[in-house]
């Protein structure tokens, strides 16, 4: 269940924080005492009727359901995680998917592709290209709308996923909530441990203002994306968020999407579909994607940016 590695990391987090055991003893509930690896009562995206999804990431269904006015039937959907890179695991690891294009404004499947085997028609890897801001530290959802409409007219028998950062840290309009609030070094801790611990002093109202903020910026291009890629289309998350919200069965006041906690807060999803046009004419196909390697400190620069601390 535990390596002696990360049981004296816990141990060590433990007694300098006792609140680490008590979110350790949820996740131990929720993932059944690690007989589950996942929320195994989630969907299967790849399985799912679909042209194009975009991928909102960290967006619970009670927000965008009282915030979007996007066309097409919504419902709430639970997700297979409570983290980007469980979610990555849950729909994509051990499948073959060469009929599909991943385009990605989220460094974790790289991070992770040694352990996450899946076989995309090709990865666009937004994070490392030009769309990366370095002035907010993340990509800007008009950056990742540029790059999945350059998708879709580039492979018109592909199926599409759009993985977009917002409304997930960082919160571009409000530089106060952000990591420099707190210190902006290697050793500083995530924005959500800083909340759960007090390091950072905001409220939960002062929270979820920025993060619906974050939600407003993606919403129009969104929008866009519905009005101008034709075939069907579902704008659904990976997963949720809490926002001080008490975790469940230890009622914990909880902050951020820990992995293994599949509250609703953090599987509740929103699954709008969207038809515009004829459905496209999907085909499977070769791997185009590059190995090229990309330097792990520009990896972990990025992923500190995002919020995630080792």
């Known amino acids: 269940m535990y390596s002696p590695a990360q049981l004296k990391r816990g141990l060590r987090r433990g007694l300098s924080d006792p609140s680490v055991f008590a979110r350790e003893l949820n996740r131990l509930y929720h993932r059944r005492l690690y007989r589950r690896e996942y929320n195994t009562g989630g969907i299967d995206l790849l399985a799912e009727d679909w042209d194009t999804v975009l991928v909102l990431d960290a967006c619970r269904f009670d927000m965008f359901e009282q915030q979007h006015d996007l066309p097409g039937r919504l419902e709430p959907r639970r997700s297979r995680s409570s983290h980007t890179t469980e979610f990555l695991r849950a729909n994509f690891d ?37 769309g990366w801001d370095e002035t907010h530290g993340t990509v800007m959802p008009e950056t990742m709308g540029n790059y999945v409409r350059d998708a879709a007219e580039e492979y018109p028998k592909k199926r599409i996923i759009g993985h977009f950062l917002q409304p997930h840290y960082p919160f571009v309009g409000a530089d106060d909530l952000n990591t420099t609030a707190f210190g902006n070094d290697g050793n500083a801790p995530d924005v959500w441990n800083a909340l759960r611990t007090g390091n950072l002093d905001a409220s939960p109202e002062e929270v979820w203002a920025a993060y619906r903020e974050n939600l407003e910026l993606v919403l129009p291009v969104v929008r866009s994306l519905l009005e101008e890629i034709e075939g069907r289309t579902v704008v659904t998350s990976d997963h949720g968020n809490m926002i001080g919200e008490h975790g469940f069965p230890i009622p914990m006041r909880e902050w951020g999407h ?8 953090l599987v509740e999803v929103p699954w709008l579909v969207s038809e515009n046009g004829p459905r496209r004419d999907v085909v499977s196909g070769t791997i185009e994607s590059a190995d090229d390697r990309i330097a792990d400190e520009v990896v972990e620069d990025r992923l500190r940016q995002l919020g995630y601390a080792d």
Do not use: C, K, M
């Open 94 to 130: 051990g499948r073959t998917a060469t009929d599909t294009v991943y385009v990605t404004a989220s460094p974790q499947l790289y991070r992770w592709s040694d352990e996450i085997d899946v076989e995309f028609h090709d990865v666009i890897n937004v994070w490392f290209e030009a």
């Open 258 to 265: 820990p992995p293994g906690i599949y509250t609703d807060e």
